[in-house]
């Protein structure tokens, strides 16, 4: 099994996360002892108002069974979870972990070769998933304890807070970046699971609703500051090497080991050979890394919410493809927690996005650019607190350099 688990990752394509593990099964009862003797410990702090401890913890492990925009199924990665907590419960689960992989062959930062099921998004989606599909799985005592808390949760979710008068925020522009920063209460800060920013652009015909450019977790929370760097580069696509290039929609799925990976959605139109038309909603993917600084576009995943389980096909594109990618856009004032709309057309039934028809290479060529000086965009940070309440800044303009 070993040298099956090796041979399949020689054989993926580097650009394709994968996780392949072999177990010793009868060590894996001991695994679910030391999972419950760790969330009989966790659910206590949960008790005693730590309502963030889990969810924090599974924002910093590896999650999988993410493959698509439109489907979760909030799996982590157990013995990154572990690690993540002080409890002496957790250093047993970890250990457990440990000696029941045999190995595990993997790309992917964080993964250790066991996931566990942890609903951090959502008490529906513990409700009407887990309760069905996972009540197999021995781990009643995750799903009755922090199962109960979540409902709870969800009973009393805080209204989110829009950018608070008087908040502290600034942007401080350097020789290499701007430096954007937000001001967290001590409580906002004790409450506080993750962080994220989004780059954001007027719609060039609807002064009033906000375009979604870049969606990034690369942030830091440090003395109750919330803060971000970034430049005024932004990445473009193009059908050829010559054109100026168009922005989309690119939201970060994955960051570590040197690599970042976008997804973006797009409509696939392409005729096959027997002149049949073939229409597709599909997932598309940029990775950027050192050996592609400016973005390389990897096969396309159907987009799917009728399955349990993640396709396995990848599409590849090909000459004369028609691609319809698609702006995520909200109206401006909107409360935080509501999302940017995703293949939703406005009024007049128009998609916004931007359309490409792949050449003859078969490729999607993308680059990381300035816009022009004219072309506003603005750069938001945002906290998501453990009861619900997502904190946004005021946007602030995307600045170049130390010269403004």
Sequence with gaps: MMELCTRYAASVKKDVPYSMSVLRSERVPDVCDALDAFVTAGCARLREGADAYFLRGAEQSAAFSRWSSAVTMDLYDLGTFARQATETE?????????????????????????????????????????????????????????????????????????????????????????????????????????????????????????????????????????????????????????ENGEPVTLIERSRGDGKVCYWFETLLLRFEEDFTLTQERMEGQLLVSAEYPDGRVCELVPVTTQTLLAPRMLWSLREGDYLQTVFAEKQKGDDPTVPFNLLTPRNDGVLNGTEFIVGETGTLYTRRMAPDAEQKYYLQLNAVLSDGTVIASEPMPLWASAEK
Excluded: H
């Design 90 to 242: 957790a250093a047993a689960l970890a250990e457990s972990v440990r000696q029941t992989v045999v190995c595990n062959v993997t790309n992917m930062e964080g993964a250790t070769g066991l996931s566990f099921y942890c609903p951090a998004e959502s008490a529906q989606a513990e409700r009407d998933f887990c309760r069905g599909y996972y009540r197999m799985l021995a781990q009643k005592g995750l799903l009755t304890a922090y199962g109960a808390w979540l409902e709870a949760r969800e009973q009393t979710l805080a209204v989110s807070l829009p950018a608070a008068a008087g908040r502290e925020q600034s942007a401080k522009p350097g020789e290499d970046g701007t430096v954007y920063s937000m001001r967290l209460t001590a409580e906002e800060e004790a409450r506080f699971v993750r962080g994220y920013y989004v780059l954001l652009k007027e719609a060039e015909d609807d002064p009033n609703v906000w375009q979604l450019i870049e969606g990034c977790r690369d942030v830091r929370l440090e003395n109750g500051i919330l803060s971000a760097k970034r430049d005024r580069g932004i990445f473009v696509f193009a059908a050829s090497e010559d």
